[in-house]
T-cell receptor
């Protein structure tokens, strides 16, 4: 089955700096790659996603890039703010059937 | 719409006891999922369903059972609770193959002692 690895496990940045989180996946059939943000004690919430027919997607300060050949995708957050502090999870699936999540990255944005 | 709802919010079980975690969605979604999240870890898929009457095992199905008799409900059954099942359980749903975005419920925190 699919295996998703996520790095780094923790990331600390100064407010205003950029943050990058990287994930790799193993199953070349995976075609959907979402990113979730989870605040302490809350449910995961989708922040951005990308499908295999697209190389990059951007939504305001958040962007995701996908390299299907290398089987990796990344989350980029620019102009970070303290409210961006949370745990971020990447995931991969084939048509939504069996989604596998990375282990998560704890992002801390220091004011 | 209430979205995805889960009950109970928190439960303490003794080893060997059984319980059912309830999950319901009012978005007419075909796909529903059960995940567990251990402290400081990612989510692991337990079971999923692509429609009423159809269920499939995920990554960590042992010790659990599910049923999907209606589109709205997807209960998760623990038959013989073990300390290793102490976790937070999230239910999620999505509309189906064309739109894979999963919407999560608030979670059920389970402690097995």
């Amino acid at each position: 089955g699919e295996n998703v690895e996520q790095h780094p496990s923790t990331l600390s940045v100064q407010e205003g700096d950029s943050a990058v989180i990287k994930c790799t996946y193993s199953d070349s059939a995976s075609n959907y790659f979402p990113w979730y943000k989870q605040e302490l004690g809350k449910r995961p919430q989708l922040i951005i996603d990308i499908r295999s027919n697209v190389g990059e997607k951007k939504d305001q300060r958040i962007a995701v890039t996908l390299n299907k050949t290398a089987k990796h995708f990344s989350l980029h957050i620019t102009e970070t703010q303290p409210e961006d502090s949370a745990v971020y999870f990447c995931a991969a699936s084939n048509m939504g059937n069996d989604m596998r999540f990375g282990a998560g990255t704890r992002l801390t944005v220091k004011p | 719409n209430a979205g995805v709802t889960q009950t109970p919010k928190f439960r303490i079980l003794k080893i060997g006891q059984s319980m059912t975690l309830q999950c319901a969605q009012d978005m007419n979604h075909n796909y529903m999922y059960w995940y567990r999240q251990d402290p400081g870890m990612g989510l692991k898929l337990i079971y999923y369903s692509v429609g009423a009457g159809i269920t499939d095992k995920g990554e960590v199905p042992n010790g659990y059972n599910v049923s999907r008799s209606t589109t709205e409900d997807f209960p998760l059954r623990l038959e013989l609770a073990a300390p290793s099942q102490t976790s937070v359980y999230f239910c999620a749903s999505s509309s189906g193959r064309a739109e894979e975005t999963q919407y999560f419920g608030p979670g059920t925190r389970l402690l097995v002692l």
